[in-house]
RNA sequence: GCCCCCUUCGUCUAAUGGUUAGGACGUCACCCUUUCACGGUAACAAUAUGGGUUCGAAUCCCAUAGGGGGUACCA
């Protein structure tokens, strides 16, 4: 009857989904939290449903308005944007007692008058016999009036729940059908000594109250959803449907950490990353399009998007792989996309020049860019006046013969600065000099920009114009000699 | 220790018991090219191990190994 009744409202809720994405500010939003709020957006979206955010600030102690501020403006610039205010786990404490004496109230939780130190104590001999420790159920069920008289002689206590007998099901949207006997369960903690709720309650009454039909969040807590479940069901909650995500790793194959190269969103952001290209990367971890595509517009991720093609596994995070990502989304971006980006990141190396100028430089530079960044670093170099290292200036010059370029100087001054007078004068000084095209061309790049990669040579020299290149050269020429 | 979960190229992943185990990133080679990148073509590369079941197993079952999580008055 139970189970049917639970089918029954979760079929009426599956048309309007609520899920949460339930962050602690203790600490910026990383990789794996924004993967976790990414697929919970996807699965909103997808189902038009509500996507939630809760802030878990319980722990007064490591908790920060600042992270707070920081999660919420990683999440804005991602685009996944949540419904509502967002709403802070502290303001529902009053609600957390409230149901807590309920449960007390109803006889399924109890007052459990055991110390740490005597439990640590217990735990420590059932170590020694090798016996698995439970915790004894000796408080479970005595009378009020000796529960009476502890509270008199002032003795602290914890609030447990009354585990029943008999096996916790659920069925994981993503690793499937989950059994865990209730025997394994100890009668847990949901109130300290201090008469401060803990994380499994809190998010249990939290979820409820915020109607959440999908818990969508990392399998870390796979094993905690049994309690949670045994808390809704002493509730008579309806139970929302979870969803648990594999974990996302370093390279090195460990939890993602502080240690690993970059796991903070902001720093994505900073190098230059446009947010289309980590959600394209990010959805792709762990989760397969059922498609041979893999560049993926953030709509036809969300139309695409389905919890049962999940991976059970988890997923190493591949720098190359979101770089090679995010290098087709640049290609793909128009120069609009493209110069608001930049303007965002870093413009005052084009603040001097015309709009024309820099949309042209933009451009030209998208084609061999990965991301905003690689944009920006050799617009700076070509916008700038040239510097030169020795060693490539050795490898180019190898004589230090600057005749090339004091040919090329003279001969540009020619009325018209077009392209096919400039190729003219390069092969003509290939072929008068007696070197090849390459070498003609490799020196004059390496003259103008200082550099030795870039985009095509001529292109460059008519985007900076006549008289920038020619003093650019006579400069060189002058530095040298 | 006990409980739950996981395991296909280096990485992300395909393959309703029958495929030369496929694709993508990366790597490497070649082509294109003034350079770098893009693009194109190929190559290298995987079913953790051992047993079953079956005509046939990456796929089902059982062990083993390895990894993750829980077993907290952490979240």
């Not at 399009?289 to 919890?307: G, Q, R, V």
């Not at 004059?444 to 985007?463: C, D, H, K, N, Q």
């Amino acid at each position: 009857m139970k189970a049917l009744q639970r089918f029954e409202s979760s079929r009426l809720r599956m048309n309007y989904p609520i899920v949460r994405f339930a962050p602690s500010p203790t600490g910026y939003l990383h990789i794996g939290g924004a993967r976790t709020a990414l697929f919970n957006w996807l699965f909103a979206k997808k189902h038009q449903g509500k996507f939630l955010l809760r802030i878990e600030d319980t722990d007064l102690e490591r908790s920060e308005r600042l992270y707070i501020d920081q999660i919420i403006s990683a999440l804005d610039w991602l685009g996944l944007n949540h419904d509502g205010n967002y709403i802070l786990q502290s303001n529902n404490l009053s609600n957390h007692h409230a149901v807590l004496n309920q449960l007390l109230n109803q006889g399924k939780a109890y007052r459990c008058f055991y110390t740490k130190e005597e439990l640590d104590q217990l735990r420590l001999e059932s170590e020694k016999a090798k016996k698995p420790f439970r915790v004894p159920t000796t408080y479970r069920d005595i009378s009020q009036e000796e529960v009476n008289k502890h509270l008199q002689d002032q003795k602290e206590f914890t609030i447990r729940l009354k585990v029943p007998e008999g096996k916790t099901c659920f069925e994981d949207l993503v690793y499937g059908n989950i059994t865990v006997q209730n025997r394994e369960i100890d009668d847990f903690i949901l109130a300290r000594s201090d008469g401060s709720p803990t994380y499994n309650f809190v998010v249990t009454i939290d979820d409820a109250d915020m109607k959440i039909t999908h818990v969508i969040r990392g399998d870390d807590h796979l094993a905690n959803t049994p309690k949670q479940i045994l808390i809704y069901e002493a509730l008579d909650l309806p139970i929302p449907t979870f969803a648990h995500l594999p974990m996302i790793l370093g390279s090195d194959g460990k939890r993602l950490s502080k240690r690993h190269a970059a796991t903070n969103v902001q720093e994505y952001k900073e190098k230059g990353y446009q947010p289309k290209s980590i959600i394209n990367y990010l959805s792709l971890l762990g989760w397969n399009p059922d498609s041979d595509d893999e560049i993926f517009s953030i709509n036809e991720i969300i139309e695409k998007f389905e919890l049962n093609q999940v991976q059970k596994k988890p997923a190493i995070f591949d720098e190359k792989k979101l770089n090679w990502i995010s290098g087709q989304h640049l290609q793909k971006s128009s120069l609009r996309e493209l110069t608001s980006a930049i303007k965002d990141l870093d413009f005052t190396w084009a603040e001097n020049h015309s709009e024309g100028f820099i949309k042209d430089l933009v451009l030209l530079l998208q084609e061999r860019s990965k991301n905003i960044q690689d944009i920006i670093e050799l617009g700076k170099i070509i916008v700038s006046n040239p510097s030169y290292s020795k060693e490539d200036l050795h490898k180019i010059f190898i004589d230090n013969n600057f005749e090339i370029i004091e040919n090329f100087t003279t001969g540009l001054s020619f009325d018209e600065f077009t392209a096919s007078n400039i190729e003219e004068l390069i092969n003509n000084i290939s072929i008068q000099n007696e070197v090849s095209l390459g070498v003609v061309m490799k020196q004059i790049r390496f003259a103008i920009t200082g550099i030795t990669y870039g985009p095509s040579l001529v292109e460059i020299l008519l985007l900076l114009g006549q008289d920038s290149v020619i003093s650019r050269l006579k400069n060189f020429v002058k530095q040298l000699t």
